[in-house]
């Protein structure tokens, strides 16, 4: 009888010991996730200030903070030059295992990986792409009290003298801007490299070129734009998106409307470094999943005009994959593929 209690007492401890070890086994793997992020984080947009790179770094922060996603402190960096490349050469040379630098990114980081002029020899396949949360279009934009009144007679215009007319935008030659600025024309049948393009650091700075009469036209975010057409400033004369969009530019015929069959996205993201750690991925793939379906960034999205489009790194990475296919095309039809 005394060896059979001594048999369920022996057998008590051990199970006891297996089910704590178990337990701090368990605590262990389960608390090690939550431990990142332990110190501040940098979202870097590269280019300067009051571009849609700049916008959407900003918004970012600012509704991940308040909706308390992110305890840490955020910060925004402005790294201008190049339409982003010379981040990118920085970032993916000396940051790229720094799980606390993130950037902000729209379809440049493939552009400027493929053109010929200025590439950069880096891409989104030395990242880790973490979620894209927006996209935008392209507009075409004058000041209000400029002589172009329509989209026809600004490519009139270029058509009958190239030089005449400078055309400008927030990024490198053969970037974004760029190729949001010469769609119409190269559709229009006007040879895109004689067009007189001038390039700045970000939208901010071309709007500032634009209403300092320093460029005719520029090529720009359209969701950038909407205030200064509420305040009198510029008059869009149209947009690359597939139908009418909504809030200041709602009377803004798209370029297909113009019978020019022109359309560009823009969408935007967020990268992370290419050696990002397996704990940081997941945080950062929750948050931003959390984040889209959130009311307050539901909010900042209507405020800024922008759409909702939201895909997990997985499917982004995939649409990353097509969106170079598509824009390594274009490139190659405007003569500027590297």
């Excluded at 704590?20 to 979202?43: D, L, M, R």
């Excluded at 979620?131 to 279009?137: R, W």
């Excluded at 397996?278 to 800024?304: G, I, R, V």
């Amino acid at each position: 009888m005394v060896k059979k209690w001594w048999s369920l007492i022996v057998m008590g401890i051990m199970m006891f010991v297996l089910a704590a070890c178990g337990s701090t086994t368990t605590t262990k793997q389960s608390s090690k996730p939550s431990n990142y992020p332990t110190k501040p984080i940098v979202f870097v947009a590269p280019s300067g200030a009051g571009g849609g790179w700049d916008l959407t770094a900003r918004a970012i922060t600012k509704v991940l903070d308040e909706t308390n996603l992110v305890k840490q402190t955020m910060t925004v960096e402005n790294k201008p030059g190049g339409g982003g490349a010379v981040f990118m050469a920085e970032y993916a040379t000396q940051d790229k295992n720094n799980d606390y630098k993130l950037f902000v990114n729209s379809p440049p980081i493939i552009i400027n990986n493929l053109k010929a002029e200025g590439n950069s020899p880096f891409g989104y396949k030395d990242t880790t792409p973490l979620a894209q949360l927006t996209k935008d279009f392209g507009a075409i934009v004058v000041k209000e009290d400029s002589k172009f009144q329509t989209l026809s007679q600004l490519l009139d215009a270029i058509k009958q003298n190239p030089k005449s007319v400078t055309v400008a935008g927030g990024s490198a030659p053969g970037s974004m801007d760029h190729l949001v600025a010469i769609l119409p024309i190269y559709k229009s049948g006007i040879d895109p490299k004689v067009v007189k393009y001038v390039s700045y650091d970000g939208g901010g700075e071309a709007i500032a070129a634009l209403l300092g009469g320093n460029a005719d036209v520029i090529a720009t975010d359209a969701s950038s734009v909407g205030e200064y057409v509420k305040a009198g400033k510029v008059r869009v004369l149209a947009v690359s998106a597939p139908e009418r969009l909504g809030g200041a530019l709602k009377d803004v015929p798209t370029m297909k409307e113009l019978g020019i069959d022109a359309e560009f996205t823009i969408w935007r993201g967020v990268f992370g470094p290419k050696q990002m750690s397996a704990d940081a991925k997941k945080f950062w793939e929750d948050t931003f999943k959390k984040l889209s379906e959130h009311e307050k960034w539901k909010e900042e999205l209507k405020k800024q005009g922008w759409e909702a489009e939201y895909r997990g790194s997985e499917e982004f990475t995939k649409f990353l994959q097509e969106q170079e296919q598509q824009i390594s095309d274009m490139l190659k039809s405007l003569g500027m593929h590297k």
